[in-house]
């Protein structure tokens, strides 16, 4: 869970789909009146272990930590620049 901007987001790392390890995780916004929380974004990971909001200057990121791509554990972890 992090907020920027003032809608509160959150970023859900989907490790593996019972098949494979190489699914997609999401990030969600709380958007509308109701404040329910919508798809913003899809990723595609290699068997995401974890998300990791910080900020610097201003600056809001997510770090993604990966773990396992179906073939090996030497898989990138991922730092993104948050625009919303």
């Known amino acids: 869970h992090f907020v920027v901007n003032n809608p509160h987001s959150l970023a ?3 490790h593996y789909d019972g098949v494979v390890y ?3 995780s999401t990030i969600y916004a709380q958007s509308g009146q109701e404040g329910r929380f ?3 974004q899809e990723i595609d990971t ?3 272990s974890d998300w990791e909001h910080f900020e610097v200057d ?5 770090a ?3 773990h396992y ?5 030497d898989v990138q972890s991922t ?5 919303l």
């Open 69 to 73: 791509d179906d073939l090996t554990f």
């Open 22 to 24: 190489s699914v997609p």
């Open 38 to 40: 919508e798809v913003l």
């Open 46 to 48: 290699p068997g995401a």
């Open 58 to 62: 201003g600056t809001h990121y997510l």
């Open 12 to 14: 859900v790392a989907n």
């Open 79 to 83: 730092v993104y620049t948050l625009c």
């Open 64 to 66: 993604l930590a990966n």
